[in-house]
């Protein structure tokens, strides 16, 4: 009798249990998909290097499966007191009738448990299709040969996302037996009654309005500006606390606009004609009544989309910059830097056994000069214009020089520009930006220097874009001087070309074995190296881990955001279902009270991310500064990640809320009372 129970309940109340469903089979799908990434690359036919990074990826994100089975198993547990709370009348009637505690919570149990399965088995399904997009990305990624490629459905995977889940809904069953077990059958029964509103001040909401507005735009000036975010982080000892500062003022600012818009639009909205058209009235007092209501809850929601679309942003716009430096930086098999290398680094190559005239396609060796601080640095550029650069003018670090002649060579091999200087004029080359913005500053003032005796002054008013290593973005500044001026035997060598034939690996490994062999032959001998093929293996590496764990958080975010905001709204339309019960019986259209449904759903839905996307404007700004300063250059254009998952996850939580919504209205005449 119990199971039929059980069984029937479940088909009656199906679509009560539409967003918990949804939000089980989305949280399955996106555990095993990204559990899966480790399956998938172990049946790629790809080298030693990529199969030890997909490896390493795995291990992070299985650290990160942690973090996010916490995540899922309070959310499941916040959707199943929903459905407690919807159907509390309806376990009152069981216990008058006779049934104890202990058999309604047999009852519940079952339910859970059969609703587990199903919402679990279509999860797996859905994530099994879905790994077969991701197994392509990472095959992409990796260089991996697509003729072995073939559908793979991961047990280990499907094991680990079953175990995780049936923890969650072991402690999903607890809190149902306690839930009964504390429950009064008076209040299971009791209706709730609808408490009317106090209407905030209307001068008081505008004053807060309008202050919240302002506290969130000093917040945004203060870290979208590099300037006043390095002020910042240095105020603080370098320890980033400072950034509580803007950011705890953002938060206080987002539940100000909460508290006070809803009083302000409805005022405003009183004095237009529309107010008075259909439904209108209702549904503005609806909304304002939910807004009223949910003050803090849309407040949490709206910063925590916030975080969603910052993370999945930032880090489609990391993995796109990785793309990017590497076409910028790579542009030649490989370069390589030798010190103290007593004569011309080919020279010491060959005599510990490799012969570059056979081994390269072509190349060039030039020489990089070291000068000390004391010979020139950010102070000399900057002269008296040290403002606000007084951390940079304290830096003790040694500067490269290079004749104009060997940056023409290298620069001729990379395919970048070449110039001309004067015999008395000199260029700075540099590719790390914030370190160009600091050379820029003195630059515009075209500052005259001396350099071994002689007197030069600036070709240009700002640096010019280049590097003589293939560094990816991290070249502070390099000085480029007429052939003259340098001269000694106070240098390193840089080694810039292309490998001879296709068997490019096998040339780079007999490279790497004669490098080592000339350490231990060469006193002081020591050299540094940057390959195309060693830079391929890092970007993607790199590239792969951040994007994965980006979208892997950030779509767990955006699924606990959506969900709460869906089971809020659907409390508040709970506790209105007699307000429909009155317009009912006054003869109100079904489909005009549909249509106010609507309203309501796409606006508690889209308020919360308007503000969301207006503080992502400046998060991902304060993300690019942040990158920036790293070597990245942040890139705007892969955002369709983010409004790819905005449109399926959270259009998908709006259509499911409006239908449980009209469910929850249009059923409320049958409900007990």
């Given at each position: ?6 069984y029937n309940n479940i088909k009656k109340s199906i679509k009560d249990y539409a967003v918990y469903f949804f939000t089980v089979m989305l949280g399955v799908a996106v555990f095993y998909v990204f559990n899966a990434i480790g399956t998938q690359g172990a049946m790629l036919k790809i080298n030693k290097s990529s199969s030890q990074l997909i490896t390493m990826m795995t291990n992070v994100l299985s650290g990160v499966s942690v973090l996010v089975s916490i995540v899922l198993g309070f959310l499941i547990v916040y959707a199943n007191s929903f459905l407690i709370k919807r159907r509390r009348k309806e376990f ?115 004053i807060i309005f309008i202050a919240g507005v302002m506290i969130l735009g000093y917040a945004y000036a203060m870290v979208i500006d590099y300037n006043r975010l390095v002020k910042l982080i240095d105020a603080t000892g370098n320890t980033g606390s400072g950034l509580l500062i803007p950011i705890g003022m953002g938060m206080v600012s987002t539940f100000m606009i909460f508290y006070s818009v809803s009083s302000l639009a409805t005022q405003f909205i009183k004095k237009t ?401």
């Amino acid at each position: 009798m119990i199971y039929k129970i059980a069984y029937n309940n479940i088909k009656k109340s199906i679509k009560d249990y539409a967003v918990y469903f949804f939000t089980v089979m989305l949280g399955v799908a996106v555990f095993y998909v990204f559990n899966a990434i480790g399956t998938q690359g172990a049946m790629l036919k790809i080298n030693k290097s990529s199969s030890q990074l997909i490896t390493m990826m795995t291990n992070v994100l299985s650290g990160v499966s942690v973090l996010v089975s916490i995540v899922l198993g309070f959310l499941i547990v916040y959707a199943n007191s929903f459905l407690i709370k919807r159907r509390r009348k309806e376990f009152g009637v069981y216990m008058i009738l006779g049934m104890s505690k202990k058999k309604v919570s047999y009852i519940l149990f079952i339910e859970t448990l059969l609703v587990g399965l199903i919402s679990l088995g279509a999860g797996l399904v859905i994530g099994g299709l879905l790994s077969q997009i991701m197994g392509l990305a990472v095959a992409k990624m990796f260089a991996a040969n697509m003729t072995a490629y073939r559908f793979t459905f991961s047990l280990p995977a499907m094991l680990k996302t079953m175990e995780y889940f049936g923890i969650m809904y072991l402690f999903v069953m607890i809190f149902n037996v306690i839930s009964i077990s504390k429950a009064q059958i008076i209040t299971l029964l009791r209706k709730k009654e609808n408490q009317s509103m106090k209407m905030r001040n209307p001068l008081l909401c505008t004053i807060i309005f309008i202050a919240g507005v302002m506290i969130l735009g000093y917040a945004y000036a203060m870290v979208i500006d590099y300037n006043r975010l390095v002020k910042l982080i240095d105020a603080t000892g370098n320890t980033g606390s400072g950034l509580l500062i803007p950011i705890g003022m953002g938060m206080v600012s987002t539940f100000m606009i909460f508290y006070s818009v809803s009083s302000l639009a409805t005022q405003f909205i009183k004095k237009t004609k529309s107010y008075w058209k259909g439904l209108n009235s209702f549904t503005f007092k609806q909304l304002s009544s939910q807004i009223h209501t949910m003050t803090v809850s849309l407040s949490i929601i709206s910063i925590l989309l916030f975080i969603t679309i910052t993370i999945l942003g930032t880090a489609s716009s990391m993995t796109a910059s990785l793309n990017n430096s590497y076409k910028e930086n790579t542009v030649a098999d490989f370069s390589y830097t030798a010190w103290h290398a007593k004569s011309d680094f080919p020279t010491v190559l060959k005599k510990n056994g490799f012969d570059v005239n056979k081994e390269f396609k072509n190349y060039v060796n030039v020489r990089a000069y070291n000068l000390s601080e004391q010979e020139f640095g950010y102070k000399q550029l900057l002269g008296i214009h040290t403002k606000g650069y007084e951390k940079w003018t304290k830096m003790l670090m040694q500067w490269n020089a290079m004749s104009i002649s060997d940056y023409n060579k290298l620069a001729k091999m990379y395919h970048h520009k070449q110039y001309t200087l004067g015999k008395n004029q000199y260029m700075m080359i540099c590719d790390y930006e914030p370190s160009g913005r600091v050379l820029n500053t003195g630059l515009k003032y075209k500052p005259a220097i001396t350099i071994k005796g002689h007197s030069l002054q600036a070709a240009y008013d700002h640096y010019q874009t280049g590097f003589i290593e293939m560094s990816a973005g991290y070249n502070i500044g390099v000085l480029i001087v007429p052939d003259h001026v340098l001269t000694g035997s106070d240098y390193k060598q840089v080694l810039a070309g292309n490998y001879a034939g296709k068997h490019k690996q096998a040339t780079e490994d007999r490279l790497m074995a004669v490098l080592k062999k000339s350490k231990t032959t060469t006193k002081n001998f020591d050299y540094t190296y940057s390959t195309k093929i060693i830079n391929i293996q890092n970007t993607v590496g790199i590239g792969a881990l951040v994007t994965f764990v980006g979208m892997y958080i950030g779509i767990v975010f955006l699924i606990t955001s959506a969900a709460i905001l869906a089971l809020k709204t659907l409390s508040q339309m709970i506790d209105s279902t007699s307000r429909y019960e009155v317009l009912r019986k006054m003869g109100t259209e079904e489909s005009m009270m549909n249509h106010s449904i609507l309203k309501q759903v796409l606006v508690l839905f889209i308020f919360p991310l308007i503000l969301a996307i207006i503080h992502s404007v400046a998060g991902m700004k304060f993300s690019s500064v942040i990158l920036s300063s790293s070597g990245f250059k942040a890139d705007i254009h892969t955002t369709w990640l983010v409004f790819a998952a905005l449109a399926v996850i959270y259009g998908g939580y709006i259509f499911v809320t409006y239908q449980m919504s009209k469910n929850i209205c249009n059923t409320s005449k049958t409900t007990i009372h």
